[in-house]
């Protein structure tokens, strides 16, 4: 009897179950953002502007374009802040800028609509140091064409947008390669002269302390880029006073509060939330996001939702790893005993595990048409394969051959053999295989926040997103002490069995 043949259905049917849970729960207006500063705040506006009229969530962070875009259409999130030339070139896939009307014809087939502007244009743009812009009269982009030797450092989005790098190199006929940075890290590596030259907002809170020159668009290349809220149409009949609430932040951001707010983000230490609070107590005055309170380490560590972070972490790694082990332990188990199947078997979980996680995550989000725990459980499951599977197959190879061939004199059948002589002698390596599992699923579930599953990854996304060591470590401590408390469980357990064994 194959176990597999009972064991797979159900985990799937597990999987799916979670990673539909955010779907089904129509009462929840559920607000997406992307993963870099002013998204972030973006999507807390938002959030709290509609708190008062529904049961709102902010699932941060989600990623590029492609993947919030992806579980807006999913309906794992009802809205999120965009802007109106990421929309045109980038989703709807124009050569040129069109005006909103257009834009909206083309979405109300997919059931989505774009409204409410928000009162300010942040298009990209191409910075360096100040110092080195007058050094070597760089004052345009189409100045950079002389200049193969500078180092251009861009983000992963901007390099790979139809209306980022691309079309910027052949409208200038720049010779540069670039690299490819997190946003956040990019100032940090021109203030270093590591690059000297990134790709910017033009709404940036660090171009001004930073004493940077934005060079001028001269081609005219980069469109408008408004920003305003990308939505699911039902939004309107399903929260229709929130939904109100939120047209009423039509024109409400001028450029210049946006620029203080991501100030007082990525340069004053504030939290998002905070900074959204205090915009929308004094949305009528100038500057008013400086209001909030900067959050030290402290805070950042034990507040902002920790137990929530933590139960959410756990029960990614809990269930990756209970369910490898159900899987893995039935397939080491039969790699032991049959070895024409061994190699194959080693060799497939062994692929799986070599697959980098963001990519496995790319692959499974349009798969699986959904975002969240589906998804980052089914990539931890795979990655907690190979330890599991192979400390399995191992233990059981290692059994004395001589005390199976007893347990054959003393007619022993192969199932009594298995659970009463080679599954206890090969325990301690199987438990071991299964610690190794879950103390690399800890550190591998921090990937769940980029796909909104949360998780201290959410913590450590933000970290990268405002380049704010503190925030980062907020995220990795608690990761590294979750990890070493699993270890320090399994070696519990792994003495208990031994003293069992002996006594």
Excluded at 78 to 96: Q, V
Excluded at 272 to 278: D, G, K, P, T, V
Excluded at 445 to 459: D, K, L, N, P, V
């Amino acid at each position: 009897m194959n176990p597999l043949r009972y064991l797979l259905p159900s985990l799937l049917a597990l999987f799916a179950t979670l990673g539909s849970g955010h779907a089904a729960a129509d009462d929840v207006l559920r607000i997406g953002s992307k993963r870099f500063t002013e998204s972030y705040i973006l999507g807390e506006i938002l959030k709290q502007t509609a708190a008062p009229y529904a049961k709102t969530e902010h699932l941060q962070g989600l990623g590029n374009t492609a993947i919030v875009f992806e579980a807006l259409k999913s309906g794992n999130i009802d809205l999120y802040p965009e802007y109106s030339g990421t929309i045109d070139l980038e989703i709807l896939k124009h050569t040129s800028t069109t005006s909103l009307a257009d834009i909206n014809r083309e979405l109300a087939p997919l059931g989505l609509g774009a409204a409410v502007k928000l009162g300010f244009n942040n298009t990209y743009a191409l910075a360096m140091r100040a110092a080195d812009s007058e050094r070597l009269a760089i004052r345009n982009m189409s100045d950079l064409a002389s200049h193969p030797e500078l180092k251009l450092g861009l983000s992963h989005e901007f390099i790979g947008r139809a209306d980022g790098w691309p079309g910027v190199a052949r409208r200038y006929g720049l010779p540069q390669k670039p690299v490819g940075l997190d946003h956040g890290l990019a100032y940090e590596a021109l203030g270093s002269h590591q690059i000297d030259v990134i790709d910017i907002y033009s709404t940036d809170a660090k171009i001004k302390s930073l004493g940077l020159r934005v060079l001028q668009d001269d081609l005219h290349y980069f469109p408008g880029y408004d920003a305003l809220l990308l939505y699911r149409l039902d939004v309107a009949q399903r929260f229709p006073q929130a939904w109100r609430a939120l047209q009423g932040l039509e024109g409400s951001i001028p450029a210049t509060d946006m620029i203080a707010m991501n100030a007082a983000a990525e340069l004053e230490g504030q939290s998002f939330s905070a900074i959204a609070q205090s915009h929308l107590q004094h949305a009528k005055a100038h500057g008013a996001a400086h209001g909030a309170v900067r959050t030290g380490f402290i805070d950042k560590l034990l507040g902002d939702g920790l137990w929530r972070l933590t139960r959410q972490h756990i029960m990614l790694v809990l269930l990756a790893v209970g369910a490898a082990a159900l899987i893995g332990i039935p397939l080491g188990i039969m790699a032991a005993f049959a070895p024409r199947l061994r190699q194959g078997v080693i060799a497939v979980v062994g692929v799986l595990q070599t697959i980098p996680s963001l990519a496995l995550l790319a692959m499974l989000i349009p798969l699986l048409g959904t975002i969240g725990t589906l998804p980052a459980l089914i990539a931890l499951f795979l990655y907690a394969l190979l330890p599991i599977v192979l400390n399995t197959c191992t233990g059981i190879a290692q059994v004395p051959e001589g005390l199976r061939l007893a347990a054959l004199a003393l007619g022993l059948r192969p199932w009594d053999r298995l659970l009463n002589i080679d599954l206890p002698l090969a325990a301690p390596v199987i438990l071991a295989g299964v610690k190794t599992a879950a103390v690399m699923s800890v550190g591998t579930a921090t990937i769940a926040a980029f796909i909104g599953a949360g998780g201290y990854g959410e913590r450590i996304a933000t970290g990268l997103a405002l380049n704010d060591n503190a925030m980062l470590l907020a995220g990795a401590i608690p990761a590294a002490l979750l990890a070493l408390a699993t270890q320090f469980l399994f070696e519990l357990l792994e003495h208990v069995l031994v003293r069992s064994r002996v006594g």
